[in-house]
């Protein structure tokens, strides 16, 4: 596969710039393990090479996509066309997570707004992208972002938000490590 965002691909780079929201899908290595389609929004993603994405990742209720890239690396990245001409968009790849502090988190951190609920930083190498019809995707209208994240963050300060992480995020639903080694910032 040649660049993804070189070239004619520009316009896929440009095509996910302006979608409002992307759909990541994880699993562990056991057949009896739980897959996880997890929605994102916020201004988070970023294109970071010819190859390779990112986005911030923010303090949620399960770890599910970090225990799993933490485990094995594979994971889907999605995004639908809500509107315009039908269109949904596959990026498949290897993710790597990056905690606070360490290489790769500070780049994709400094491109988005500063968010009190942010806990890592995923960068993907694709290997594969994939693009389909769409045709059974609803048209929708989007209305804007939610702030409740925004304000539960706010709320609770940073020590609660560490000490929900340490309560919520340690390991996912099938056991895997989350964040039980690096829930501070």
């Known amino acids: 596969m040649g660049k993804l965002f070189d070239g004619i691909d520009t316009d896929l780079a440009q095509w996910i710039a302006v979608q409002h929201l992307f759909f990541v899908a994880t699993a562990p290595l056991a057949a009896d393990g739980l897959v996880n389609v997890s929605p994102r929004g916020q201004d988070c993603f970023s294109v970071l090479g010819d190859l390779q994405v ?12 970090i225990a799993h890239l933490r485990e094995n690396g594979r994971i889907t990245l999605m995004w639908c066309a809500f509107d315009g001409p039908p269109r949904i968009v596959r990026l498949h790849g290897h993710g790597t997570v990056h905690l606070p502090g360490s290489p790769g988190y ?5 491109r988005h707004p500063a968010h009190p609920s942010t806990r890592a930083v995923v960068t993907v190498d694709v290997s594969r992208v994939s693009d389909s019809c769409g045709y059974g995707v609803p048209l929708m209208d989007h209305v804007g972002e939610r702030d409740q994240m925004l304000r539960w963050a706010q709320a609770k300060g940073p020590e609660g938000v560490l000490a929900y992480r340490a309560q919520r995020n340690a390991t996912s639903l099938d056991g895997l490590p989350g964040l039980e080694d690096a829930v501070s910032d």
């Open 54 to 65: 990112g986005w911030v990742d923010f303090t949620g209720s399960g770890v599910e996509t």
């Open 106 to 110: 500070g780049d994709v951190v400094a």
